[in-house]
T-cell receptor, first 109, second 112 residues
């Protein structure tokens, strides 16, 4: 399975943008890049996913490098409720999701 | 009720007990999953069901026995567990195997 590498933790100030990086240098052409997050005492929730082009939704934006070996999840204005563990996952069609350790985001008021 | 629900939310059991975890989804999804989340370890996929058929058993010990009677319900039967099986057990569902997964809140299991 292609592997992802994320920083263990990051800090952000409330109402400021947050850029969460993910390296996936062994990504294959059929791997989609998925992001999930897990808030305290909850199950993970889907955030966004993409293949080659940058993606935007109501929760976040996903910027994918041209060579697809890295990507960045962008939260445009962090709130205290965005404090969570963020997981970057590579997934080919119909393949299982393999979670790593993720990045623990702390948002300071 | 909408979304993915799991019962019980908390369970304490002895090593000789038999118990079952229940997961239910009212989203019309066809795939359901069991994950295990131990302290200080990443989420581990345990079982995958697609249209009630098991498509993956991720080398899970036989003391964990899944059951999927229909696409809306998923059970995890537990017997003769070990203390190291204490963890958060998460259920998820998706429309198809390739779609985004929706997770339940989990069952916090403690084995004494």
């Amino acid at each position: 399975d292609a592997k992802t590498t994320q920083p263990n933790s990051m800090e952000s100030n409330e109402e400021e943008p947050v850029h969460l990086p993910c390296n996936h240098s062994t990504i294959s052409g059929t791997d989609y890049i998925h992001w999930y997050r897990q808030l305290p005492s909850q199950g993970p929730e889907y955030v966004i996913h993409g293949l080659t082009s940058n993606v935007n939704n109501r929760m976040a934006s996903l910027a994918i490098a041209e060579d697809r070996k890295s990507s960045t999840l962008i939260l445009h204005r962090a709130t205290l409720r965005d404090a969570a563990v963020y997981y970057c996952i590579l997934r080919a069609n119909n393949n299982d999701m393999r979670f790593g350790a993720g990045t623990r985001l702390t948002v300071k008021p | 009720e909408t979304g993915v629900t799991q019962t019980p939310r908390h369970l304490v059991m002895g090593m000789t007990n038999k118990k079952s975890l229940k997961c239910e989804q009212h989203l019309g999804h066809n795939a359901m999953y069991w994950y295990k989340q131990s302290a200080k370890k990443p989420l581990e996929l345990m079982f995958v069901y697609n249209f009630k058929e098991q498509t993956e058993n991720n080398s899970v010990p036989s003391r964990f026995s899944p059951e999927c009677p229909n696409s809306s319900h998923l059970f995890l039967h537990l017997h003769t567990l070990q203390p190291e099986d204490s963890a958060l057990y998460l259920c998820a569902s998706s429309v198809r195997l390739s779609n985004e997964q929706f997770f339940g809140p989990g069952t916090r299991l403690t084995v004494l």
